[in-house]
């Protein structure tokens, strides 16, 4: 049986630390909910064609949950070189009504099933939020942040999303899919809530997911606290203008960020410009391959 090459103690730790980072392409990053929809194998082939290693399916952008269909996408992937990194979905456990968070279970699951089927190792988890600002666009103005329903508080919310998720485990460490808890708006728009939720949960099979461009005021003090605990990472740029609001992210400092707590996973972008995307995702590449010095 072959022995592991040993590490090689004249080549600098910290090279041998950027040079595992890979990068992978959201889908999103061609289709921002506006129709025509891209589909999933454009966003396979024009991966491949820019060099980067995986895909971050986002499930909105499916065409079908059928078998047949989980198949072919994976089939596409393996012939492009391209490895599915992640299923990106949507879900809401803050509600007092049991059986709409049983509803959001159910769908968790459904998820998990279909990451299972495509070989796709993690799925992107929301907590959830609110909705007493049903706006989007009235969210961000009031920075992600929500009051409570009358008549309950934020610790009431994190119960029913602790809960959840406990329901969620025993199908994720079925079909062996990690459920990536995202830095995202509502309970988790600051650290301090992603990781109320992850150290509650304390399972391996709850992971976490660093989103760049998901913290709106002086962003890099909270990735340093949320990049120990980094699972998956997606990065966000917003050439042309942000679709919804645009930050001007340091990605040298946030690469630092990464490198100090030792992340060596996947950079998934996010590409949320105005720009058409068939010039803004080669250009952020670049940016992230500079950065995180990936070839």
């Known amino acids: 049986m072959p022995q592991p090459q040993a590490i090689n103690p004249l080549i600098p ?28 194998e454009t966003v396979i082939q024009k991966a491949s064609e820019l060099g980067v290693s995986g895909v971050d399916v986002l499930h909105q952008q499916m065409d079908s949950e059928e078998r047949s269909y989980l198949h072919q996408l994976k089939s596409t992937a393996f012939r492009s070189g391209i490895d599915l990194v992640c299923l990106s979905i949507h879900q809401n456990f803050v509600s007092p009504d049991p059986e709409r968070r049983q509803h959001q279970i159910d769908h968790t699951h459904r998820c998990i099933e279909l990451a299972h089927e495509m070989g796709i190792p993690s799925i ?3 907590s959830g939020r609110w909705g007493t600002i049903p706006s989007f666009d009235d969210l ?8 409570p329903l009358e008549g309950y508080t934020d610790d009431d919310a994190f119960a029913w ?67 120990p ?5 997606q990065a966000k740029t917003y050439l ?4 919804w609001y645009d930050l001007n992210l340091d990605y040298d400092r946030i690469a630092q960020i990464l490198f100090d707590a030792n992340y060596t996973g996947y950079i998934s972008l996010e590409f949320e410009g105005k720009e058409h995307a068939d010039t803004g995702v080669p250009k952020s590449l670049d940016v992230l391959r500079r950065a995180f010095k990936v070839a």
């Open 124 to 126: 992107r988890l929301n």
């Open 240 to 243: 042309g203008g942000g679709e």
């Open 229 to 233: 605990h980094a699972d998956f990472v």
């Open 13 to 40: 730790s910290d090279t041998r630390q950027r040079s595992s980072i890979k990068l992978a392409i959201s889908s999103y990053s061609y289709w921002h909910f506006r129709e025509p929809r891209v589909s999933l």
């Open 161 to 227: 999303c602790i809960d959840s998720i406990e329901k969620c485990l025993p199908k994720a460490q079925q079909c062996g899919v990690l459920l990536a808890l995202e830095n995202h708006w509502g309970l988790t728009y600051a650290p301090e809530g992603v990781l109320r939720i992850a150290q509650a949960v304390d399972s391996p099979w709850l992971g976490v997911l660093m989103d760049t461009g998901n913290f709106l005021e002086e962003p890099y003090d909270k990735l340093e606290v949320l990049a």
């Open 140 to 147: 961000m103005a009031h920075r992600g942040i929500e009051p």
